[in-house]
C-alpha cells in the first residue's frame, strides 16, 4: 500500500517582523515590507473630573480646542453662580486619560444662554457667543488662554444681534476666510434662521451684516466647517416643514455669507442635532434624535458647490429618544466620529458611539458607557485635543447634583486598515522584533490555533484576536476545519 502524501501547503511567506510576533496570531504587511501582528486598543473613557461644583446647564455649555495652547475651554452657565456666564480651561494628560482644569472665569456677570466656543486659528483667541436675556440680545467675547496657569481672560462684550433675542446659538470657524461665523434663532425676525461673520481682532471682534439662511422658526441648529470644501454647513430642525432635519450650505466672502438651497436630511420631526466635519473622508457627519423612528441616527453628507447630498441613515443607538441633547466630535488620530449621549433607553446612562464613515455611510462600533448614572451632554462639539489624541466630552452628570463635568474620550485604534494589508497568520513560532517571521497566507491552512468550531468563518479583530462576528474594519480570517486549524482566506 502506498502511504499517503499530503499536497503541499500553497503559501508560506517569510519577512522580517516589525515588534513581536506571536505564534498564530494575525499579522499585516507594513509600506516598509515588514510585519506586524493585528493589534489595537477598543475606545475608552477616563476618569470623569468636575469642572463646576454647581448646576451647569447643558443647553448652555459648549467646549473648543485652542491649538495655540493645547488646552480645551469650556464655556457655561453656572446655576449656582446666577447663570453667569463663565468660561474654565483644561489640560489632558494622555497617560492616563485625565483632565485637570485651572480656575473658572466668568465673561458675563448675568444670566447667559445658549453659549457656543469656537477657535480662531488666525488669531490665536477662543471666541464665546451666547444669548443675554437681560437685556436681549447676542453677545460675544474674546478669549485668550494663557497656558502656564490655565487661565482665559477675556475683552469687553460685543454685540452680535441687538434688539431681540437670539436663541439655539451656534458658531465655526472659516479656516479659509479667518472669520467666525455665528447663527442663530432671530426671535426679533420671526424666529428666522441667521447667520453673521465675525472677524476677530486683538481682544475685540467686528460683525458684518445679519443674513437669513431659513425663512421660518428653527432650532436645534449646530454649525461645522468642511475645510476640503471650504463651506460652513449648518443643520438644523425646521419648525416650518414639519420639524424636519435640515441642512443648508453657507459661503463667506468678507464679512458677508450667502446661502444655498436647504435640504432635508430627515422627513420626521427631529428635536436635536449635531454636526461636525470628518477631515480624513471630506464627509459632514450629523447625528440627530429622530422622533419618527426607534433609533437614533446618523446621516452623512457630501457638500458640492452650495448643496450637500446624504446617504442612508444609520442607527448608532436603538430603542428609545435620547432627548434633544446630543454631541459630536472627530478624532483625526484614528479617523473615527463620535457621539455622545444619555440613553433613555437605560436610565439615561452617558454612552459614547463611536463610527467609521466609509462613502455616503458610517458604521458604530457597540456604544460604550462612561457615567453609570443620569447624564446630558452638553449641546456642543466634542473638541479633539491634537496634542494628545484624545476628545474631552462635556456634560451635566445628573447623579452628582448636576455638576458641570468633564471625561477623557481615547478612540479605538488599530493598524488592521482592511483586508488589504491582513496577508495571513503567523506560524511555527513566536517572533522576536528584527526575526524573520513565517506567516501562512492565503490557501494555507494554519495549525496554530485552539478552541476553534469546524465549519465556523472567524475574523480578523482589531485587537489582534479571532472572533465569529465581523469587527470594523470588517476583514475574514478564514475558516476553521478544526478546532487548532484554520483555512486562511483574507
Excluded at 479667518?178 to 425676525?189: H, P
Amino acid at each position: 500500500m502506498v502511504a499517503y502524501v499530503p499536497p503541499k501547503q500553497a503559501g508560506k511567506y517569510k519577512a522580517v517582523a516589525s515588534g513581536a510576533i506571536t505564534n498564530g496570531k494575525p499579522v499585516i504587511v507594513n509600506s516598509t515590507g515588514t510585519v506586524s501582528q493585528v493589534s489595537g486598543s477598543a475606545t475608552s473613557a477616563g476618569t470623569s473630573v468636575v469642572f463646576e461644583t454647581g448646576v451647569t446647564e447643558s443647553l448652555g455649555m459648549a467646549a473648543t480646542f485652542d491649538s495655540n495652547s493645547n488646552r480645551i475651554v469650556i464655556a457655561y452657565q453656572d446655576g449656582g453662580n446666577s447663570n453667569y456666564g463663565t468660561a474654565i480651561v483644561g489640560t489632558i494628560d494622555s497617560s492616563d486619560n485625565s483632565i485637570s482644569f485651572g480656575t473658572a472665569v466668568v465673561y458675563h456677570s448675568a444670566n447667559s444662554n445658549y453659549n457656543t466656543a469656537s477657535f480662531d486659528s488666525n488669531s490665536n483667541k477662543v471666541v464665546i457667543a451666547f444669548t443675554a436675556p437681560a437685556d436681549g440680545t447676542g453677545k460675544s467675547y474674546v478669549g485668550t488662554v494663557d497656558p502656564s496657569d490655565n487661565s482665559i481672560s477675556f475683552g469687553s462684550a460685543v454685540n452680535f444681534q441687538a434688539g431681540a433675542r437670539a436663541s439655539h446659538v451656534s458658531s465655526a470657524f472659516d479656516s479659509n476666510s479667518n472669520k467666525v461665523a455665528i447663527f442663530y434663532e432671530d426671535n426679533g425676525n420671526s424666529n428666522y434662521g441667521t447667520g453673521i461673520v465675525g472677524t476677530v481682532s486683538g481682544t475685540s471682534i467686528s460683525y458684518g451684516s445679519e443674513a437669513v439662511f431659513e425663512s421660518a422658526q428653527v432650532s436645534a441648529i449646530s454649525a461645522t466647517f468642511d475645510s476640503s470644501n471650504n463651506k460652513v454647513v449648518i443643520a438644523y430642525r425646521d419648525h416650518g416643514n414639519s420639524d424636519y432635519g435640515t441642512a443648508v450650505i453657507g459661503t463667506i466672502s468678507s464679512t458677508s455669507i450667502s446661502f444655498g438651497t436647504p435640504v432635508v436630511f430627515e422627513s420626521a420631526t427631529t428635536t436635536g442635532c449635531s454636526a461636525t466635519f470628518d477631515t480624513n473622508s471630506n464627509k459632514v457627519f450629523i447625528a440627530y434624535d429622530d422622533h419618527g423612528a426607534t433609533t437614533q441616527n446618523a446621516i452623512i453628507g457630501t457638500v458640492s458647490g452650495t448643496s450637500i447630498s446624504f446617504g442612508t441613515a444609520v442607527a448608532y443607538e436603538t430603542g428609545v429618544s435620547t432627548g434633544n441633547l446630543l454631541a459630536t466630535g472627530f478624532d483625526s488620530s484614528t479617523n473615527k466620529v463620535v457621539v455622545g449621549y444619555g440613553d433613555a433607553g437605560d436610565s439615561n446612562k452617558g454612552k459614547i458611539s463611536v463610527g467609521s464613515i466609509s462613502g455616503t455611510s458610517v458604521s458604530f462600533e457597540t456604544p460604550v458607557e462612561f457615567d453609570a448614572g443620569a447624564t446630558v451632554p452638553g449641546y456642543c462639539e466634542i473638541p479633539f485635543d491634537s496634542s494628545t489624541n484624545r476628545l474631552l466630552l462635556p456634560y451635566k452628570d445628573g447623579d452628582n447634583s448636576q455638576y458641570g463635568t468633564g471625561i477623557v474620550i481615547q478612540t479605538s485604534a488599530t493598524n488592521l486598515t482592511s483586508s488589504e494589508n491582513f496577508i495571513g497568520l503567523a506560524s511555527g513560532g513566536t517572533y522576536a522584533d528584527t526575526a524573520e517571521a513565517t506567516i501562512d497566507v492565503v490557501g494555507t491552512v494554519n495549525k496554530d490555533q485552539s478552541g476553534l468550531t469546524a465549519g465556523q468563518t472567524y475574523y480578523v479583530q482589531t485587537d489582534g484576536t479571532l472572533g465569529t462576528s465581523a469587527d470594523s474594519p470588517s476583514v475574514v480570517a478564514g475558516t476553521a476545519i478544526s478546532a487548532t486549524e484554520l483555512i486562511v482566506k483574507g
